[in-house]
């Protein structure tokens, strides 16, 4: 993978900490070819070097902020970018 792009709105919110920011970040560079991140908590936790504690407390923070959606279909989540 290349480089990790956040945007604006994404780094200059004040609800957000550093952490918030670059999951966010990681879930967009993920989702860039089928439009959608699949990855596990614990993959994002592995690349992040954060628990996966960590992580599903700051996807359920993205969702309640409305900056990704999740779904999920054949038992696999599927997280959504929500462009604001």
Known sequence: M???????NVIEDKKLNSTDKV??????????DKGYCFATND???KRLNLSKSTISNT??????LDYIKT?????Q????????
């Open 59 to 64: 996807i359920s923070k993205l969702k309640s």
């Open 71 to 75: 779904k999920t279909v054949d038992y």
């Open 23 to 32: 999951v966010y970040g990681l879930v967009k560079a993920l989702s860039n």
């Open 43 to 45: 993959y994002i936790g």
């Open 77 to 84: 989540r599927r997280i959504f970018i929500r462009d604001k």
């Open 2 to 8: 290349g480089c990790i792009v956040i945007n604006d």
